[in-house]
C-alpha cells in the first residue's frame, strides 16, 4: 500500500544549522500521525518543510506517490495539504466570514465555499453567532476554532495540527481534541504535533520520536505510549 503522505530522508538547514537530519515519515490515508519531541527538535520545522514553507536541502516529500519537494506552499495547499500553524494564526481586523473565506481562495475550494462555511458553522456553533466579530477580539479558544475552520475551508485530505492546544484553558483543549477526533471520523489524514503527549499518543495509530532534528522512535501510539523511554522522558513518569 503507497502511503498518503511519505516523508524520505529530509534535511532541512536554517543557514549552517542543521535543524532536520535524514528524517523519514509516512502517514497512511485515514490515520492520526502523532509526533512527539522537546521544544527545538524540530517538528515544527518538519510540519514547514512539507508545508513547502522551508524548503529541504536532501530529500523527498511524496504525496499520493507524487513527488512535491520545493513546490510552493500554495501549490501544496491546493493539492489538499492544509495546515493549522502554531500560534493560532487569524487575521486579527477581519470578521470570523471573513478569515473563513480566505482559507477558500484555493481553486480547490472556492466553488465549495459557501457550503464549507455552513459545515464550519455546524462543527463550531460559538463562531457563527461570532460571524461578525474581528477576529482579534475572538477568546484563545475561539480563535484556535477559526483557524481550523480555515483550514478546513481549504477542503484538506490532510491537516497538519502544530501544537493546537497550546496556551487554552482544559476545557477548551478537550474540545480541541473532540474536533480532532471528529475531523478523522470524516476520513481526514492527520499530522498531530501535540505537548499533551500522552492524549495525542492515545489517539494516534502511528507515532514517531523527533530528537535534536533525528526521528530516534517509531511504532503505534500504543506501542510509544508503553515505552519506559517515551514515559519518561515525555509523560514523566
Ligand atoms: N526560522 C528559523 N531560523 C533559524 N533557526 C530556526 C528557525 N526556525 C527554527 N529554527 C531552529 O531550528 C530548530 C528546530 O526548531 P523547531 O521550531 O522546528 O522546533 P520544535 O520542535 O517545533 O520546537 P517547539 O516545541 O519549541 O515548538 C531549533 O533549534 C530552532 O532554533
Ligand atoms: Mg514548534
Do not use: W
Not at 44 to 67: K, N, Q
Not at 97 to 121: C, W
Request: glycine share 10%.
Amino acid at each position: 500500500m503507497t502511503a498518503l503522505l511519505e516523508v524520505d530522508r529530509l534535511d532541512l538547514y536554517y543557514g549552517d544549522a542543521q535543524a532536520l537530519d535524514a528524517v523519514s515519515i509516512a502517514a497512511q490515508e485515514g490515520e492520526i500521525v502523532a509526533i512527539v519531541g522537546s521544544n527545538g527538535a524540530g517538528k515544527s520545522s518538519l510540519i514547514r518543510a512539507i508545508a513547502g514553507i522551508e524548503p529541504p536541502r536532501r530529500g523527498t516529500v511524496r504525496y499520493r506517490g507524487r513527488d512535491i519537494t520545493g513546490l510552493p506552499s500554495h501549490a501544496v495547499c491546493q493539492l489538499g495539504v492544509g495546515q493549522v500553524a502554531e500560534g493560532r494564526q487569524v487575521f486579527p481586523s477581519l470578521t470570523v466570514r471573513e478569515n473563513l473565506e480566505m482559507g477558500a481562495m484555493l481553486a480547490r475550494a472556492r466553488p465549495r465555499m459557501a457550503g464549507a462555511i455552513a459545515e464550519v458553522f455546524t462543527l463550531f456553533p460559538r463562531l457563527r453567532e461570532r460571524e461578525r466579530q474581528a477576529a482579534g477580539t475572538l477568546s484563545g479558544g475561539e480563535q484556535q476554532m477559526l483557524a481550523i475552520g480555515r483550514c478546513l475551508m481549504g477542503q484538506p485530505e490532510l491537516i497538519m495540527f502544530d501544537e493546537p492546544s497550546l496556551g487554552l484553558a482544559p476545557a477548551v483543549v478537550q474540545e480541541v481534541f473532540q474536533t480532532i477526533k471528529a475531523l478523522h471520523g470524516r476520513g481526514l489524514t492527520i499530522i498531530l504535533v501535540e505537548q499533551n503527549v500522552a492524549v495525542s499518543l492515545r489517539l494516534a495509530q502511528s507515532a514517531y520520536v523527533l530528537e535534536n532534528g533525528r526521528i530516534v522512535m517509531r511504532g503505534s501510539g500504543a506501542e510509544l505510549l508503553a515505552d519506559d523511554r517515551v514515559r519518561q522522558a515525555y509523560l514523566g513518569l
